[in-house]
């Protein structure tokens, strides 16, 4: 069984946990307020800025070439096709984002534990961080993709990106970059980072209910 298996398997109950937050299941049954959504806009927008600085570093403190490649494409795709995504969504939403001082704290705290994670633990928390990140929206973008009523419009068209070929193979070269991290680095270490970035990833979608 690869290493990334095994934490896979040993985080399924948070991963699971993750997969029942109120905006996964509103945003696939087609529910999801116009309210919501813009304050989601702007959080998540915050957010994959991030998530490109943590591809940079990892491509700076990646072990080999086929690594660097990796990360420099991932974080091409966040820069560009991402970007490009916010800037027409949040024209095209009929209301602006309204997050008080506290929700805005909360949903933060995404961007802080996974940043934080990445000082205490270089690149393979960068991999483990992101790798629970890019799990959770594979999986609950391509079953509202397939199964859910998503809502036309931007709402589907964001669900559609985290649901296609391109963006599964993007988590499952995490999943080999997981599967390479040295032995040095402990299981138990692992399954830490992936779940507290879950835990993470659950307060932050619940910010925009704040």
């Known amino acids: 069984m690869t290493r990334s298996r095994r934490l896979l398997d040993a985080c399924a109950p948070a991963l699971d946990r993750a997969l029942e937050m109120r905006f996964v299941r509103e945003v696939a049954d087609g ?75 909360g949903a933060g705290g995404l961007s802080r534990y996974a940043l934080d994670a990445a000082r205490e633990g270089g690149y393979p928390a960068v991999m483990t961080v992101l790798f629970a990140a890019e799990t959770l929206y594979l999986t609950w973008c391509s079953r509202a993709h397939r199964e859910g009523r998503v809502r036309p419009g931007p709402i589907a068209d964001w669900v559609a990106l985290h649901a296609d070929e391109a963006f599964r193979a993007g988590v499952d070269a995490l999943a080999r970059e997981v599967d390479g991290l040295p032995e040095t680095v402990p299981d138990e270490r692992l399954e830490r980072w992936f779940t507290g970035m879950l835990d993470a990833e659950i307060a932050f979608h619940d910010a925009v209910y704040a």
């Open 31 to 105: 529910t999801v307020g116009d309210a919501a959504y813009a304050d989601y806009l702007e959080i998540e927008a915050a957010f994959v800025e991030t998530a490109a600085r943590l591809h940079g570093l990892a491509a700076w403190d990646a072990p080999g070439w086929t690594a660097i490649g990796r990360n420099a494409r991932a974080a091409y795709a966040l820069v560009t096709g991402q970007a490009d995504y916010f800037e027409a969504a949040r024209a095209a939403w009929p209301v602006p984002a309204r997050l008080d001082r506290d929700a805005a704290r």
